[in-house]
């Protein structure tokens, strides 16, 4: 299973001083020798973390993992993606008042959108991910879409107390299951911490799980490289690859 490090928090902190500092880009060199399969960061429209500069950085030095693109389906996006040419895109909804990202993309509603944004992408051999919710209709829609892989969105397992962190579980579990029938390739993530990750890093369909505000926040107290090493081993426990 791969573990896509999330950079945005890292900017977020830069961004609380507009000073120079932390620097995600020097982040994510970090994070990739502690063991990150991916670099993962959001260009928000509203550009309150991460800049544009940092991703352009981002891909002149990040040369041994994947650099995955989050950002919404928007005209500015698009012209932004394919001049810097990340390994992938994941499109996620995004809403200007919203604290991080609320719910998946419904790509039941915007399948006809979608199915014509996503053609340049494919055409110039950028994987394309859809974040979506796991339901079933979605991983239909994305995948007659044309996606090449779906995120299930992991934020009400990750918020859900009592029997519902079962039921949410289970939630996730079919719909890997069923998405990875279709042919579709089945990545996770959203408020996965070092508490809640054992569970969905279970899954077996799942080969990827983007995470970021719980690395970043323990990055605080134990640095980054051992931030990363530590929910690293907590995956390969899970996978029993250790
Ligand atoms: N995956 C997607 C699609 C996201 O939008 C985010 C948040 O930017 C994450 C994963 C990481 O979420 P968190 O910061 O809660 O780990």
């Given at each position: 299973m791969r573990l896509g490090v999330n950079i945005d928090?890292?900017?977020?902190?830069?961004?609380?001083?507009?000073?120079?500092?932390?620097?995600p880009v020097?982040g994510a060199i970090l994070a990739v020798e502690a063991g990150a399969d991916q670099i993962t960061l959001h260009?928000?429209?509203?550009?309150?973390?991460?800049?544009?500069?940092?991703l352009?950085?981002l891909r002149?030095v990040i040369t041994e993992v994947p650099i995955n693109l989050e950002?919404?389906?928007?005209?500015?996006?698009?012209?932004?993606?394919?001049?810097?040419?990340p390994d992938s895109i994941t499109?996620?909804?995004?809403?200007?008042?919203?604290?991080?990202?609320?719910?998946?993309?419904?790509?039941?509603?915007?399948?006809?959108?979608?199915?014509?944004?996503?053609?340049?992408?494919?055409?110039?051999?950028i994987r394309?991910v859809?974040f979506?919710?796991?339901?079933?209709?979605?991983?239909?829609?994305?995948?007659?879409?044309?996606?090449d892989a779906?995120e299930?969105?992991?934020?009400?397992?990750?918020?859900?107390?009592?029997?519902?962190?079962?039921?949410?579980?289970?939630?996730?579990?079919?719909?890997?299951?069923?998405?990875?029938?279709?042919?579709?390739k089945i990545f996770a993530g959203?408020?996965l911490?070092?508490?809640?990750?054992?569970?969905?890093?279970?899954?077996?369909?799942i080969e990827e799980l983007n995470i970021g505000?719980?690395i970043?926040?323990?990055?605080?107290?134990?640095?980054i490289?051992?931030?990363v090493?530590?929910m690293k081993?907590?995956i390969?426990?899970?996978?029993?690859?250790?």
């Amino acid at each position: 299973m791969r573990l896509g490090v999330n950079i945005d928090h890292i900017a977020t902190i830069r961004q609380a001083r507009r000073t120079f500092e932390p620097d995600p880009v020097k982040g994510a060199i970090l994070a990739v020798e502690a063991g990150a399969d991916q670099i993962t960061l959001h260009l928000r429209e509203d550009r309150r973390h991460i800049q544009d500069e940092d991703l352009f950085r981002l891909r002149r030095v990040i040369t041994e993992v994947p650099i995955n693109l989050e950002m919404a389906a928007t005209e500015e996006m698009k012209e932004i993606a394919l001049t810097v040419r990340p390994d992938s895109i994941t499109l996620v909804p995004e809403k200007r008042e919203e604290i991080t990202t609320e719910g998946g993309l419904d790509v039941v509603q915007l399948k006809e959108y979608l199915t014509d944004y996503i053609k340049e992408f494919k055409e110039a051999g950028i994987r394309v991910v859809f974040f979506i919710d796991p339901v079933f209709a979605q991983i239909d829609a994305s995948k007659e879409a044309g996606a090449d892989a779906v995120e299930l969105h992991t934020g009400e397992y990750a918020n859900a107390k009592g029997k519902d962190v079962d039921r949410e579980i289970e939630r996730l579990k079919k719909s890997a299951v069923y998405g990875k029938k279709k042919g579709l390739k089945i990545f996770a993530g959203h408020g996965l911490t070092y508490q809640n990750v054992k569970p969905v890093a279970a899954i077996k369909e799942i080969e990827e799980l983007n995470i970021g505000h719980s690395i970043i926040s323990n990055s605080v107290f134990w640095g980054i490289a051992e931030a990363v090493r530590r929910m690293k081993r907590l995956i390969k426990e899970v996978r029993g690859e250790v």
